[in-house]
């Protein structure tokens, strides 16, 4: 492994997550020399941000990083949180990545014809980077939360880990996304009085006409969609995933059961006054809105069974169990007997130590399959960085291909160049 005395490295990559292990690989197959600079340990959110009972709501078999598929007894089961830690380690055995653990970077800037990263064992230099290190940086706690009486706990997702971390009494889960709604249900299943914020987030079937769904949108293509082709563009980028489970071999999560087992549903949180949570009147137009995707998807499944002429069994589209009532504008926190909140409001992304011009208005690195619009710098591990499947494990591995493409190429390039200037 090089050692960061080295100091200076053609390529230095940040991150030891599945997004830096799988540039590496291309590299170390390159014969390139890197280093790969992970501030925490390899598979660090997957190891600590994540609740006990958490697994992928992707089949397994979807699990491909490069020449190291998924190799258990379960293709088509959902692997657990240690299991996923294992599987990252595994692989990072397997390539040797050159991995120096406890390793942050503070600022990445150009200097001269070089990169200069400040690290946390000194400064190195490289020709080029690449940030792997996702989009989910800082978790998000809306400053609304502010104005909640100090008595009731709140934690963020990334901090939660079972039911019994809380103190006793009822349960708020604000946010439905996928994150949100499997807390809820790991509240619900514990016993545990739950109430949750319902957004926008919409929902997919497990199983339809015989088969996992993410088996037909991945025969359908979905997973292989580019951005540009899609319908919403760019603007996809800031699209909620789909809620669904691998909890118990995988299924459905269906918030309108839920309610009727006891879950109080609210619409979207609009403010918090005196004690009173206030809450938007649109609870039933977005579990309608999800179930129409839920639908979608699986009429878009018929239209492939029928235009392939596959035989399949009938499948039944999903029709509301519950509908819900006048529902309350307010809530009191003290007389519903909530005596902590979880919200799974998401991450928002920090790129403020990378002191380079590769940013749009909105702070997001401006790129196209991951090579950005500053030469020799390179983004991977990003949601919808070229399709549905970056920065998944089932598309992580065809970006970073094409990375080390480009990276080949911008070497190839560089060398002329030099050779030039030592000549003069």
């Known amino acids: 492994m090089p050692s960061l005395s080295d100091k200076h490295f053609p390529v230095v990559v940040i991150g030891g997550g599945q997004a830096g292990l799988s540039i590496s690989s291309y590299l170390s197959k390159q014969g390139i020399d890197h280093v790969v600079l992970e501030k925490n340990r390899i598979a660090h959110s997957w190891r600590t941000q994540r609740w006990d009972t958490f697994c992928l709501v992707t089949p397994n078999w979807q699990c491909?990083?490069?020449?190291?598929?998924y190799a258990g007894s379960e293709p088509n089961g959902f692997m657990g949180r240690d299991e996923i830690v294992a599987y990252i380690e595994a692989f990072a055995r397997k390539i040797d990545a050159p991995v120096h653990e406890g390793v942050a970077v503070k600022r990445v800037s150009r200097s001269g014809d070089l990169f200069?990263?400040?690290t946390s064992e000194g400064p190195i230099t490289a020709d080029a980077v690449v940030l792997a290190v996702s989009g989910y940086h800082v978790p998000n706690i809306p400053r609304v939360a502010e104005r909640i009486d100090d008595g009731v706990v709140q934690i963020h997702t990334s901090s939660y880990r079972n039911s019994a971390q809380l103190p006793e009494g009822a349960v708020l889960v604000v946010g439905s996304g996928q994150s949100g709604c499997q807390v809820a249900e790991d509240l619900h299943l514990s016993g545990r009085k739950t109430h949750l914020v319902v957004g926008s987030a919409p929902r997919?079937?497990?199983?339809?006409?015989?088969?996992?769904?993410?088996?037909?949108?991945?025969?359908?293509?979905?997973?292989?969609?580019?951005?540009?082709e899609h319908s919403l563009k760019e603007k996809v980028r800031?699209?909620?995933?789909?809620?669904?489970?691998?909890?118990?071999?995988?299924?459905?999560?269906?918030?309108?059961?839920?309610a009727l087992e006891g879950m109080q549903l609210h619409g979207r949180l609009l403010d918090v006054a005196d004690g009173q949570l206030v809450f938007k009147d649109d609870l039933t137009d977005n579990l309608d809105a999800a179930d129409r995707v839920y639908n979608g998807i699986c009429g878009l499944i018929d239209k492939h069974i029928t235009?392939?002429?596959i035989a399949?069994?009938?499948?039944?589209?999903?029709?509301?169990?519950?509908?819900?009532?006048?529902?309350?504008s307010q809530l009191d926190l003290q007389a519903a007997g909530i005596t902590s909140i979880v919200w799974a409001t998401g991450f928002r992304s920090d790129w403020s130590w990378v002191d380079l011009p590769i940013f749009d208005g909105s702070g997001y690195p401006t790129h196209k399959r991951g090579v950005t619009t500053m030469d020799d710098v390179y983004v991977l591990g990003l949601p919808?960085?070229?399709?549905?499947?970056?920065?998944?494990?089932?598309?992580?591995a065809r970006d970073a291909a094409y990375l080390i493409d480009r990276i080949v190429e911008?070497?190839?390039a560089r060398q002329p160049e030099r050779i030039s200037e030592e000549a003069h």
Not at 210 to 216: F, I, L, N, T, Y
């Open 384 to 396: 919808w960085l070229y399709t549905w499947g970056s920065g998944r494990f089932v598309g992580v």
């Open 116 to 118: 200069a990263l400040e």
């Open 64 to 69: 491909q990083l490069p020449d190291f598929p």
């Open 307 to 309: 235009d392939k002429g």
């Open 238 to 258: 800031r699209n909620a995933n789909h809620y669904l489970t691998g909890r118990d071999g995988g299924r459905d999560i269906d918030l309108r059961r839920f």
């Open 410 to 412: 911008r070497m190839a």
């Open 204 to 228: 997919c079937p497990r199983v339809y006409r015989g088969r996992d769904a993410v088996d037909w949108l991945a025969d359908l293509g979905q997973y292989d969609l580019p951005v540009e």
């Open 312 to 328: 399949a069994p009938e499948g039944e589209h999903y029709s509301p169990l519950w509908t819900p009532g006048e529902t309350a």
